[in-house]
């Protein structure tokens, strides 16, 4: 029996699988199916799709790439937009279509539960899932976050729709398992010919016994950490298998895990030639426990530069965070802010500060008021006031999902709906008056970037990121060729990116 994995990537609070992320996911399965399995994206699918002059579904692609209702394969129209749809390839065309005929079994990977703004792919919704999976006759699996329901835009509540023919089947492999799993899922890589920052999961569920009231975390996993000899072995067979770029991010804090001191350390040591080792999310109370500005020096010493511990702020309003059990105050965010800018501020090889934490913002939370957004402000610039730095400020409007505390909770409903047409002009003030003079702060003209890799083309300007956990976006205003390296000089500023040339370049 030939099965396939079919990738149509995921995103959720604690793990991140969209291009160019591979996330735990695909890894996993590849393992449990002893290494032997075939694997494809939605971008080959859509693509095959394309080739047999298939209408694609009308996917939620927003603004991407709304017009390109099909793209001329073989245009060399210097003016077209790389369409992102179809940019993450694993396969040529005749091999597609031989995967296709002699699947038996198709498991679908998808589902995202933190909706966000993808440079160059594209998740599959529940509904492309459902059009283009007719392509195969097999039994059909979906797991990963969708089985909970996905969404990939904010301020609404979750896609569902019954699917044709498939079973729905959450894969738990408990950790005394990923041992024997994570050796065989390593060489998933050599399916994929182009480069992959790799997620290790250190944890799962939440360290907190009531979660966030509208997290789903809770919902999925029980809070458990894993071995630090499991996470550093399965480094190593990703190393082995030439993987280079590492993220540390599948976990609700990674300060959680009592070993993650030597598990950084010991990595850095048995991977020598690594480009990067990141991090993800960090609960800024855990940068204020007793170890926790021992572990900020330790990710400091340990992992590459232009790292960020991705703060779960979510909001400075002490009513919201009360009403939403979001627990951390303002106070105390500000306090892990300043520990962590005064071990990762200094400037590292990349270019960008070696490591500084990055705040998410979330609109449409219950209690949520006026008062809120000020409140918000009020602390946003109290951090620009003392010269400190964060790296990625994240505003969202919250999606709704069965099973939280505040998709049942009738009142955070009408609190969403009354306050959505607030959210344009709040989100515009906190990037006009907070983002922009950040990032000024955070990569001041003529700083170097080192090694940003270029990803697609919007006409005349090509857009690239260096490697890393939320990667700053560079605009250069020539076709440079994609998927190589440059330095890049910043010669201006945008709201959320940055505008610079190839260093050295007249």
């Known amino acids: 029996m030939v099965t396939t994995i079919l990738d149509c990537y995921t995103d959720e609070p604690s793990g991140l699988g969209v291009p160019p992320y591979l996330g735990t996911y695909p890894r996993y399965l590849y393992g449990y199916l002893d290494g032997k399995a075939e694997y494809l994206t939605i971008d080959d699918l859509r693509y095959h799709a394309m080739l047999q002059n298939v209408a694609l579904p009308d996917t939620d692609i927003r603004k991407h790439n709304r017009k390109l209702n099909r793209l001329d394969l073989q245009s060399k129209n210097k003016e077209l937009k790389t369409d992102i749809r179809i940019k993450n390839l694993t396969k040529q065309p005749n091999e597609i279509q031989g995967i296709i005929q002699k699947t038996d079994e198709l498991i679908v990977v998808g589902g995202v539960h933190t909706p966000g703004t993808y440079l160059s792919a594209l998740p599959g919704t529940l509904f492309e899932i459902n059009t283009l999976s007719?392509?195969?006759?097999?039994?059909?699996?979906?797991?990963?976050?969708?089985?909970?329901?996905?969404?990939?835009?904010?301020?609404?509540?979750?896609?569902?729709?019954?699917?044709?023919?498939f079973r729905l089947k959450?894969?738990?492999?408990?950790?005394?398992?990923?041992?024997e799993l994570f050796?065989?899922?390593?060489?998933?890589?050599?399916?994929?010919?182009?480069?992959r920052i790799v997620e290790l999961e250190t944890s799962r569920g939440c360290t907190r016994w009531k979660g966030c009231a509208f997290c789903t975390e809770p919902i999925k996993n029980r809070y458990e950490h894993r071995g630090k000899e499991s996470i550093i072995n399965e480094a190593k067979e990703l190393y082995r298998n030439g993987v280079r770029y590492f993220r540390l991010g599948k976990q609700s804090s990674l300060y959680s895990h009592p070993g993650i001191i030597e598990i950084l350390r010991t990595i850095r040591k048995e991977c020598p030639n690594?480009?990067?080792?990141?991090?993800?999310?960090?609960?800024?109370?855990?940068?204020?426990?007793r170890r926790g500005e021992e572990i900020t020096k330790a990710v400091a010493t340990y992992c590459t530069s232009g790292n960020i511990a991705a703060f779960g702020v979510e909001s400075?309003?002490?009513?919201v965070i009360k009403e939403n059990n979001l627990i951390v105050p303002p106070e105390a965010i500000l306090k892990a802010v300043r520990i962590i800018n005064k071990w990762g501020a200094h400037r590292g090889p990349s270019g960008l500060p070696t490591y500084l934490p990055g705040i998410n913002l979330l609109f449409g939370l219950k209690g949520e008021t006026k008062s809120t957004h000020e409140e918000n402000m009020k602390f946003l610039k109290q951090i620009l006031a003392e010269n400190l730095m964060f790296r990625r400020l994240n505003i969202r409007q919250v999606a709704l999902f069965e099973g939280t505390p505040l998709y049942q909770d009738p009142d955070a409903r009408k609190s969403l709906r009354k306050n959505k047409k607030h959210y344009w002009k709040w989100r515009n003030q906190i990037r006009n008056e907070v983002d922009a003079p950040m990032l000024n702060q955070v990569v001041p003209k003529g700083t170097v970037l080192r090694k940003v890799r270029m990803e697609v083309y919007d006409g005349n300007t090509t857009f690239g990121r260096q490697i890393g956990t939320y990667p700053l976006v560079v605009g250069v205003p020539q076709r440079l060729q994609l998927g190589s390296f440059y330095d890049i000089s910043i010669t201006d500023h945008m709201l959320r990116s940055v505008v610079g040339k190839v260093h050295g370049a007249l």
């Open 183 to 195: 050796i065989k899922g390593a060489s998933i890589v050599h399916h994929i010919p182009d480069l």
């Open 134 to 165: 007719r392509l195969f006759d097999a039994e059909k699996i979906l797991t990963g976050p969708a089985v909970y329901g996905t969404r990939l835009e904010g301020g609404k509540s979750f896609e569902a729709m019954p699917l044709e023919g």
């Open 316 to 319: 400075f309003d002490k009513t």
């Open 274 to 289: 690594l480009e990067v080792l990141h991090i993800d999310n960090v609960d800024p109370l855990h940068v204020l426990s």
């Open 170 to 179: 959450h894969f738990t492999f408990p950790y005394s398992e990923l041992d």
